[in-house]
Antibody, heavy 127, light 106 residues
Framework: QVQLVQSGAEVKRPGASVKISCKAS????????LHWVRQAPGQGLEWLGV????????NYAQKFQGRVAMTRDTATRTVYMELTSLRSDDTAVYYC????????????????????WGIGTTVTVSS | SYELTQPPSVSVSPGQTASITCSGD??????ACWYQQKPGQSPVLVIY???NRPSGIPERFSGSNSGNTATLTIRGTQAVDEADYYC?????????FGGGTKLTVL
């Protein structure tokens, strides 16, 4: 079955960086965009950006430009999200989520909604 | 930047109909989707492209989107539907989430 398995919880000091992984299985890794979404304690969902595992192209939320980097390793079917210059308000659960595709007989189109989510990785930033 | 606005909370009695709204400028010209999130769990897609249900989502969940408002409707609400609900749209190459609505079934 389709699965996104994320790396374990992290505790970081302010100013440090964190790199979280998301390993995909059960589908064609290169064919589906993967998004990163976070949720601070007691708060709503916040989008960080998206990566195309096929070619590696990325699109980041303006708020995180310069501080976030999304990469992929096609050999291990894994995407990574690195967030730098961590602050206490970066404390959150970070989710990877697959973007669904809509396909006709001849081609597929992006849908911009997420049909499969990982279980989340808790990142705690504290001195 | 584009914004989606949801009421913070909605209450409904068991068996009744719950409606959760999501407002945004000309939202009806975009596709809206909805996620359900229960405490300690990942979000689950319940409605996509305004009014479509993924497989496994009960028929009591439906959606609509027109003008500036998308609406998630749950008919015959059950206790198991108590959760946070988030709307989401795509604007200017950006994913936008609403602030979320806590649905209480009492």
């Amino acid at each position: 079955q389709v699965q996104l398995v994320q790396s374990g919880a992290e505790v970081k000091r302010p100013g440090a960086s964190v790199k979280i992984s998301c390993k995909a299985s059960g589908y064609s890794f290169s064919s589906y965009f993967l998004h990163w979404v976070r949720q601070a304690p007691g708060q709503g969902l916040e989008w960080l950006g998206v990566i195309n595992p096929g070619g590696g192209a990325t699109n980041y939320a303006q708020k995180f430009q310069g501080r976030v980097a999304m990469t992929r390793d096609t050999a291990t079917r894994t995407v990574y999200m690195e967030l730098t210059s961590l602050r206490s308000d970066d404390t959150a659960v970070y989710y990877c989520a697959r973007e669904a595709k809509s396909c006709t007989d001849t081609r597929c189109y992006p849908t911009h909604y997420m049909d499969v989510w990982g279980i989340g990785t808790t990142v705690t930033v504290s001195s | 930047s584009y914004e989606l606005t949801q009421p913070p909370s909605v209450s409904v009695s068991p068996g009744q109909t719950a409606s959760i709204t999501c407002s945004g400028d000309k939202l009806g010209n975009k596709y809206a989707c909805w996620y359900q999130q229960k405490p300690g769990q990942s979000p689950v897609l319940v409605i996509y492209q305004d009014n479509n249900r993924p497989s496994g989502i009960p028929e009591r969940f439906s959606g609509s989107n027109s003008g500036n408002t998308a609406t998630l409707t749950i008919r015959g609400t059950q206790a198991v539907d108590e959760a946070d609900y988030y709307c989401q749209a795509w604007d200017s190459s950006t994913v936008v989430f609403g602030g979320g609505t806590k649905l209480t079934v009492l």
